[in-house]
């Protein structure tokens, strides 16, 4: 497995990571927890050193489950986690999020119990509060890192002017937000920002949420928890229109003799030496499809051939739900 640091800190992982929300949330029921035990050890076994989870993924449960499962791999893989929603006192979702200096602070501390561990390796801020200034913030995670309690600094879905206030305060390792040939708007401002302050980039969903495996079409039936359901670029006549960037990445893809996936997941590992993507399956079938992207290697000319081709695409529906969208580019 292939090693990247996240921009300038020095945090050092594998290229591709894994995302571990669907293991209990958001793509139909939650998966059995000692199957995806044996799935996070697995992926240790093929390389991966870079798990994310999330206080809000379950909630609660999520982190619990990463924690156990890595815990005999202390000190050999890295954690992210990440802060800044409302979590009921039952362990239920809250209303709104909450960026509130002690309020971070105590997320930390349950984090630090649940993942079975002495210090958080990157600590993301989920959303950026409205509410709460980002430099107050940016300085409640220094607080935690002068502690020893957090290593590195991260962000999610922010915009390049929020993320330069907090860097200002304390040194951003990352930015996790979405990323694919699905969503390019990272290409408008955020990729020139993070290459200018030398922070990494963290593509969730890099896959669009599954739609890039080809394994989606517009008859699909997703189960009834399944988010893609209110997912306005999952309405099946979007999906149908959508199908067109599948078609592109089949056809690259029965060139290379590999899947449209790996087609994906390379196309973005070449987009920066300091990009590292977090796919996430319940498959072991699928994430050793994902990891080998990491070595399928497409050319100047394929990646300018592919690039242009996507870009005269025009895909149809909005990533998120209305009131998610309001949560983004903050």
Same mark, same amino acid.
């Given at each position: 497995m292939q090693k990247r640091k996240l921009g300038k800190s020095g945090l050092e992982v594998s290229a591709l990571g894994l995302g571990c929300m669907g293991m209990s949330q958001s793509y139909g029921p939650p998966a059995d927890k000692q199957e995806m035990i044996t799935l996070i050890h697995k992926a240790v076994d093929l390389g991966v050193t870079f798990f994310d989870t999330a206080e809000i993924y379950g909630p609660l449960v999520n982190e619990e489950l990463v924690g156990e499962a890595l815990e005999p791999y202390k000190g050999k893989v890295v954690i992210a986690t990440k802060f800044g929603f409302n979590v009921n006192p039952d362990g239920s979702r809250g209303e709104g999020v909450n960026s509130k200096p002690e309020h971070i602070k105590t997320v930390a501390e349950a984090s630090l119990k649940r993942l079975r561990v002495e210090a958080? +390796?990157?600590?993301?801020?989920?959303?950026? +509060?409205?509410?709460v200034p980002i430099e107050e913030t940016a300085a409640a995670v220094k607080d935690l890192i002068r502690e020893g309690k957090v290593k590195h600094f991260g962000m999610s879905e922010a915009s390049a002017k *929020?993320?330069?206030? /907090?860097? /200002?305060?304390?040194?951003? !390792?990352? $930015?996790?937000?979405e990323y694919s040939l699905f969503w390019r708007q990272p290409e408008e401002e955020i990729l020139t920002t993070l290459e200018e302050l030398g922070i990494g980039f963290v593509p969730f969903s890099p896959l669009g949420k599954g739609f890039l495996t080809g394994k989606i079409d517009d008859k699909t039936q997703f189960t009834k928890d399944d988010f893609r359901n209110i997912v306005p670029r999952f309405s099946p006549e979007n999906r149908k229109t959508n199908q067109t960037i599948v078609d592109l990445l089949t056809k690259v893809a029965a060139a290379k003799k590999a899947t449209p996936a790996q087609v994906a997941l390379a196309w973005l590992l070449a987009q920066k030496p300091?990009?590292?993507?977090?796919?996430? !399956? !319940?498959?072991?079938?699928? $994430?050793?499809?994902?990891?080998?992207?990491? !070595?399928?290697?497409?050319?100047? +000319?394929?990646?300018? +051939?592919? *690039?242009?081709? /996507?870009?005269?695409?025009k895909l149809e529906g909005e990533r998120y739900p209305e009131a998610l969208l309001k949560l983004v580019g903050r």
């Amino acid at each position: 497995m292939q090693k990247r640091k996240l921009g300038k800190s020095g945090l050092e992982v594998s290229a591709l990571g894994l995302g571990c929300m669907g293991m209990s949330q958001s793509y139909g029921p939650p998966a059995d927890k000692q199957e995806m035990i044996t799935l996070i050890h697995k992926a240790v076994d093929l390389g991966v050193t870079f798990f994310d989870t999330a206080e809000i993924y379950g909630p609660l449960v999520n982190e619990e489950l990463v924690g156990e499962a890595l815990e005999p791999y202390k000190g050999k893989v890295v954690i992210a986690t990440k802060f800044g929603f409302n979590v009921n006192p039952d362990g239920s979702r809250g209303e709104g999020v909450n960026s509130k200096p002690e309020h971070i602070k105590t997320v930390a501390e349950a984090s630090l119990k649940r993942l079975r561990v002495e210090a958080i +390796d990157l600590f993301y801020q989920h959303r950026v +509060d409205l509410d709460v200034p980002i430099e107050e913030t940016a300085a409640a995670v220094k607080d935690l890192i002068r502690e020893g309690k957090v290593k590195h600094f991260g962000m999610s879905e922010a915009s390049a002017k *929020t993320i330069r206030r /907090a860097h /200002a305060v304390q040194p951003v !390792t990352a $930015l996790q937000s979405e990323y694919s040939l699905f969503w390019r708007q990272p290409e408008e401002e955020i990729l020139t920002t993070l290459e200018e302050l030398g922070i990494g980039f963290v593509p969730f969903s890099p896959l669009g949420k599954g739609f890039l495996t080809g394994k989606i079409d517009d008859k699909t039936q997703f189960t009834k928890d399944d988010f893609r359901n209110i997912v306005p670029r999952f309405s099946p006549e979007n999906r149908k229109t959508n199908q067109t960037i599948v078609d592109l990445l089949t056809k690259v893809a029965a060139a290379k003799k590999a899947t449209p996936a790996q087609v994906a997941l390379a196309w973005l590992l070449a987009q920066k030496p300091w990009i590292v993507s977090i796919p996430g !399956t !319940t498959k072991l079938s699928r $994430l050793e499809e994902n990891l080998g992207a990491v !070595t399928l290697q497409l050319s100047a +000319d394929e990646l300018a +051939d592919l *690039t242009r081709a /996507a870009s005269e695409i025009k895909l149809e529906g909005e990533r998120y739900p209305e009131a998610l969208l309001k949560l983004v580019g903050r």
